[in-house]
């Protein structure tokens, strides 16, 4: 996907984040079932990606299609995408794909006790690639999940088998490769699910590099702020570049902190400066 359409998922993603601290899992297996009803039909798929009809006019659409049939925020998430540009009927499909799965990752994202954060995408993917892993090692289950005969459901089944102790957000992801691959082999949906999964994991880690090297009690105030910045416990990673201007950089997910950002920074810098004198 390049182009508008994949301007158009950014906005997409961009605007899901508001949903996402209260989403549930029934959120993404009902958009799942509506990327379901627009790979069934292409005139659907046509009308809803349409350039020459008005945003507004697509997003209707939607709304009398699915209005009391699934909730109100896959319906709105459903008939926002519509209403953008798509370069191609499919890449509106793609795009309710992304964000199914993304609300899935983001569910195992919240958690319970031990699993939530970090923790909870990490056994995540641990579950995803235990699956690849069985998949791989048989070529009879290779063909039984790519058997054009058998259908959706006991391709479902058959995946789940496998991953019995999987976490329910990759159970919904496992069986969701299964049964609806959508033209890829199953294990190479789940690659793509694990890559998302990743993305999400980056904005948990700080990559921080420094120019001469930290004292515990700096490392310590230094995690604390950033903590407080970010508003979740952060994986602090610390590296040394003397060459480093200003002092202090910090990578979180797709942000990048340094010299040029002295508002954020800048009370993190005075707070290791003052351990140091």
């Given amino acids: 996907m390049a182009g508008v359409s994949s301007e158009s998922l950014s906005a997409a993603l961009a605007d899901l984040e508001t949903t996402l601290p209260t989403a549930s899992l029934s959120l993404a297996r009902e958009l799942f079932g ?23 006019e697509k997003s209707a659409l939607v709304h009398s299609l699915l209005d009391g049939k699934a909730s109100a925020d896959a319906v709105e998430i459903t008939a926002k995408l519509a209403a953008s540009r798509w370069a191609d009927a499919r890449d509106v499909s793609d795009a309710l794909e992304t964000l199914a799965s993304t609300v899935a990752i983001a569910v195992a ?26 998949v791989e090692e048989s ?26 102790q999987a976490s329910e957000e990759a159970k919904l992801l496992i069986g969701q490769a299964a049964a609806a691959p959508r033209g890829l082999k199953p294990a190479k949906l789940i690659e793509r699910f694990a890559a998302l999964a990743a993305g ?4 948990w880690i700080a990559d921080v590099a420094v120019a001469r090297p930290l004292t515990g009690s700096q490392a310590e105030r230094l995690q604390t702020g950033l903590n407080r910045l970010y508003g979740r416990e952060l994986k602090m990673n610390t590296t040394v570049d003397p060459l480093l201007v200003g002092g202090l950089r ?17 009370e993190l810098r005075r707070q290791l400066a003052s351990q140091a004198r």
């Fill in 34 to 56: 509506i990327v379901g009803v627009l790979d069934g039909s292409a005139g659907l798929r046509r009308a809803l990606t349409d350039p020459s009809r008005e945003g507004s």
């Fill in 109 to 134: 994202e919240q958690g319970a006790g031990t699993a939530s954060g970090l923790s909870g995408l990490e056994k995540l993917q641990n579950d995803l690639f235990a699956f690849n892993h069985a």
């Fill in 139 to 164: 070529h009879e289950l290779q063909n039984a999940l790519t058997e054009q005969q058998a259908s959706p459901e006991a391709k479902r089944s058959l995946a789940l088998r496998l991953v019995p």
């Fill in 200 to 203: 999400r994991q980056k904005r």
């Fill in 250 to 266: 910090v990578t979180v997910g797709d942000e990048v902190l340094d010299a040029s950002t002295v508002s954020r920074l800048g």
